[in-house]
């Protein structure tokens, strides 16, 4: 096997090797967000076509990554990430608010990072399901992360008095996949609706999940 190129340590143009390295990379995420999000898809996009977008070399695509599916990894836990701090801001900034007040701001700022840019909707929804096992492994994880967040508002919700004292495992698995179908759906234009309308629908789901039984 060949060995990778090792990348420079020192200084050039006034920024660091680490630097350097890590603005390369984002232009690589950035053209494969295009390409992935927008078309021609990840399964027709060639590293090739991918360094050409981004305006690197293919010696430079092999610094950063070892295969194509590499960037489709590291993309896809972007998005997700960008969302999960879209959430935890909104979890921030709500705090002491009533409960339905709060989690419908929450969920509409989750909805608003994930939908203003309809190439997110697609890494998370379409691009990434049945590429390989690693990649349905790493969605199921995320997927994973978002009921245990739910979980854990539920939890303190129920703390509070504002919502029933029960399991909310099956609950939140139950949620986070309406939302992942809704929006699926929605982005891929099977579903007549706006997306105010299918956030407020889902915004209803989830204060129902939590309203208290009695």
């Not at 997700?80 to 989690?103: C, F, H, I, Q």
């Not at 978002?146 to 609950?171: F, H, K, M, P, Q």
């Amino acid at each position: 096997m060949v060995e990778r190129l090792r990348r420079p340590t020192g200084r050039y143009a006034g920024k660091a090797a680490g630097e350097r390295q890590a603005e390369r990379r984002q232009r690589f995420l950035d053209a494969a967000l295009q390409l992935f999000g927008a078309g021609p898809g990840y399964r027709s996009t060639s590293v090739a076509a991918l360094c050409e977008a981004a305006g690197l070399s293919t010696r430079q695509f092999y610094e950063e990554f070892r295969t194509l599916e590499d960037v489709l990894a590291m993309l896809h836990l972007q998005v997700n990430d960008w969302s999960e701090k879209a959430v935890v801001e909104a979890l921030t900034d709500t705090e002491g608010m009533p409960y339905a007040e709060r989690y419908g701001r929450v969920f509409r700022a989750y909805a608003a990072s994930l939908t203003e840019d309809p190439r997110r909707l697609r890494i998370t929804f379409t691009e990434i399901v049945g590429v390989s096992a690693r990649m349905d492994e790493q969605r199921l994880a995320r997927r994973a992360r978002w009921v245990d967040l739910i979980r854990t508002e539920a939890a303190a919700a129920v703390e509070r008095g504002e919502a029933a004292d029960r399991d909310y495992r099956i609950a939140a698995a139950a949620f986070i996949g309406s939302v992942n179908g809704l929006l699926h759906d929605w982005g891929a234009g099977w579903v007549d609706a706006t997306l105010d309308e299918v956030v407020d629908e889902l915004v209803r789901l989830l204060l129902a999940l939590l309203r208290d039984r009695d």
